[in-house]
């Protein structure tokens, strides 16, 4: 927001993994749960995060398994998507501590979202330039 008005929204639609797996090797925003423990382990609380990764074709298991998850996900006719777990990465390229049998609903990533930012924080230092 500039000056109080709103820029531009954008409308994200929300896919279930089970039902639509997400690409691989694209860009997503993806919403991923799982367990944390402030005691010790003592009392675990569910959580949620969203996240902007690329789902992997590789997983954690795949060099010690005879075949890939890809593989076995693709014989399977692509069904199943969150039987199997395959690596998340970054943008910038690290592998994530996440795995893809955590996410909970996957949308594409808004094309516009990194240029409006830059946009608003053009305006931002033109107006701060001017006062």
Known sequence: MVSGQI???TVIS????????PPFDRKL???????RS????GMFEPYTVVLTAYVQTSGPDDAYNGVSALD???AGGREGF????FNLKSDDGETLDWYSDSIIAWAYY???????AFEVEKARQA???RA
């Open 127 to 129: 107006a701060a330039v």
């Open 110 to 116: 808004p094309l516009n979202v990194e240029q409006t």
């Open 7 to 9: 820029i531009e929204s």
């Open 82 to 85: 969150l039987d199997f777990q």
């Open 72 to 74: 076995e996900f693709e």
């Open 38 to 41: 402030d005691a010790c382990g």
């Open 14 to 21: 929300w896919f279930d993994p089970g039902v639509y797996p």
């Open 29 to 35: 925003l993806l919403m991923v749960a799982g367990w």
